[in-house]
């Protein structure tokens, strides 16, 4: 349809996209064969069944196994790339994408060999796709401040390949606080900040990913809506909220798509993008993110070129480079 042919055209950034949430089954099925592991499915149909959650931490669970296929550098680099190509026919020209090294090194692989791999086929995804990028290194936020401290510390060899950190995993009491002393030092180290936060949890979440955490983005946001104060400090500061329509479904943060709050966001002049989160898990890249809550939300040609503009606006290319992509 038209609507559809107008997503495909118009250039997009994606600003929230976990890589070990691009694993296909397919794939999974290609490294856990080379890699001699066993995975708990017989095909990939008895897969795509499996992947039906209530919540988030059901959906975790299962994505945490999933990445246990992922061994070598040849492995995180196969599947970096395996997502490039599937974003640069959807006119993405620009990512910052996450990785989550903890659910790699607690299963003992080397960090080194995690971000090797993932750098080598973002480097080669800017030179032979023309896809510009940034990596997030993103904490789990259900494991300990030590572990993220080690996290950290084995991350800095590597300062130059990583521009920001995050915080990600189970939400519910694990709130920003807990990380506010590795955060305070990954800003010391010069890394810029972003926090899930309102996916699951509230809205003092929110705060406190502002407040203690000194976030430049947060990732989901949802439930910033209950709080009316916070919305007018998200607006006046035009902290960028990175929304994933359909992980919001599948995940149950929205029980139907016509009842996602993003055109009201737009509405308030909340500075609201739309991205694909885990699309191997959720049933969908970027476009198919913007075409379904488009038909969901009967979503103008002028909301949806606002979000794709909010998109660049959000990311941290430089101004000539934002320029470029308009
Ligand atoms: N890890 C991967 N996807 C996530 C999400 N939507 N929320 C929290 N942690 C995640
Ligand atoms: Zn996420």
Same mark, same amino acid.
């Given at each position: 349809?038209? %609507?559809?042919?107008?997503?495909?055209?118009?250039?997009?950034?994606?600003? /929230? &996209? /976990?890589?070990?949430?691009? &694993?296909?089954?397919?794939?999974?099925?290609?490294?856990?064969?080379?890699?001699?592991? *066993?995975?708990?499915?017989?095909?990939?149909?008895?897969?795509?069944?499996?992947?039906?959650?209530?919540?988030?931490?059901?959906?975790?669970?299962?994505?945490?196994?999933?990445?246990?296929?992922?061994?070598?550098?040849?492995?995180?680099?196969?599947?970096?790339?395996? #997502?490039?190509?599937?974003?640069?026919?959807?006119?993405?020209?620009? %990512?910052? %994408?996450?990785?989550?090294?903890?659910?790699?090194?607690?299963?003992? %692989?080397?960090?080194?060999?995690?971000?090797?791999?993932? /750098?080598?086929?973002?480097? /080669?995804?800017?030179? *032979?796709?023309?896809? @510009?990028?940034?990596?997030? $290194?993103?904490?789990?936020?259900?494991?300990?401040?030590?572990?993220?401290?080690? =996290?950290?510390?084995?991350?800095?060899?590597?300062?130059?390949?990583?521009?920001?950190?995050?915080?990600?995993?189970?939400?519910?009491? !694990?709130?920003?606080?807990?990380?506010?002393?590795?955060?305070?030092?990954?800003?010391?180290?010069?890394?810029?900040?972003?926090?899930?936060?309102?996916?699951?949890?509230?809205?003092?979440?929110?705060?406190?990913?502002?407040?203690?955490?000194?976030?430049?983005?947060?990732?989901?946001?949802?439930?910033?809506?209950?709080?009316?104060?916070?919305? *007018?400090?998200?607006? *006046?500061?035009?902290?960028? &909220?990175?929304?994933?329509?359909?992980?919001?479904?599948?995940?149950?943060?929205?029980?139907? &798509?016509?009842?996602?709050?993003?055109?009201? $966001?737009?509405?308030?002049?909340?500075?609201?993008?739309? !991205? @694909?989160?885990?699309?191997?898990?959720?049933?969908?890249? $970027? !476009?198919?993110? #913007?075409?379904?809550?488009?038909?969901?939300?009967?979503?103008?040609?002028?909301?949806? =070129?606002?979000?794709?503009?909010?998109?660049?606006?959000?990311?941290?290319?430089?101004? =000539?480079?934002?320029?470029?992509?308009?």
């Amino acid at each position: 349809s038209s %609507i559809e042919q107008f997503i495909e055209g118009i250039p997009k950034a994606e600003l /929230h &996209l /976990h890589i070990e949430g691009t &694993l296909e089954p397919e794939l999974m099925f290609a490294f856990a064969k080379r890699n001699n592991i *066993k995975v708990n499915y017989e095909n990939v149909s008895e897969v795509k069944k499996a992947y039906q959650f209530n919540n988030l931490q059901e959906f975790l669970d299962i994505y945490y196994a999933g990445a246990n296929v992922l061994i070598t550098e040849q492995d995180f680099y196969d599947l970096t790339w395996a #997502y490039l190509i599937k974003v640069k026919k959807q006119n993405v020209l620009h %990512i910052e %994408i996450f990785f989550d090294p903890q659910t790699h090194t607690d299963r003992g %692989i080397p960090f080194e060999t995690v971000i090797n791999g993932i /750098h080598k086929a973002l480097e /080669h995804g800017e030179e *032979k796709l023309g896809i @510009s990028y940034r990596l997030i $290194m993103s904490f789990l936020r259900h494991l300990d401040e030590a572990s993220a401290f080690k =996290t950290l510390e084995q991350s800095l060899p590597y300062k130059d390949w990583i521009t920001a950190v995050g915080l990600d995993s189970s939400e519910l009491n !694990n709130p920003p606080s807990k990380f506010q002393r590795v955060f305070n030092k990954s800003i010391e180290e010069g890394y810029i900040t972003v926090a899930h936060a309102g996916e699951e949890g509230p809205a003092s979440y929110i705060w406190e990913a502002l407040d203690l955490l000194k976030v430049d983005r947060i990732d989901h946001g949802n439930r910033c809506l209950e709080d009316e104060k916070l919305v *007018k400090r998200l607006v *006046k500061n035009q902290v960028p &909220l990175t929304i994933c329509p359909l992980s919001n479904l599948e995940l149950k943060v929205v029980t139907n &798509l016509k009842d996602h709050p993003i055109a009201s $966001m737009l509405a308030k002049n909340l500075l609201v993008t739309v !991205n @694909s989160d885990d699309p191997a898990y959720f049933g969908g890249y $970027m !476009n198919e993110n #913007y075409i379904a809550i488009a038909r969901a939300l009967d979503l103008s040609k002028r909301q949806i =070129t606002d979000l794709a503009k909010n998109s660049i606006k959000a990311s941290w290319l430089d101004d =000539t480079q934002k320029e470029k992509l308009k």
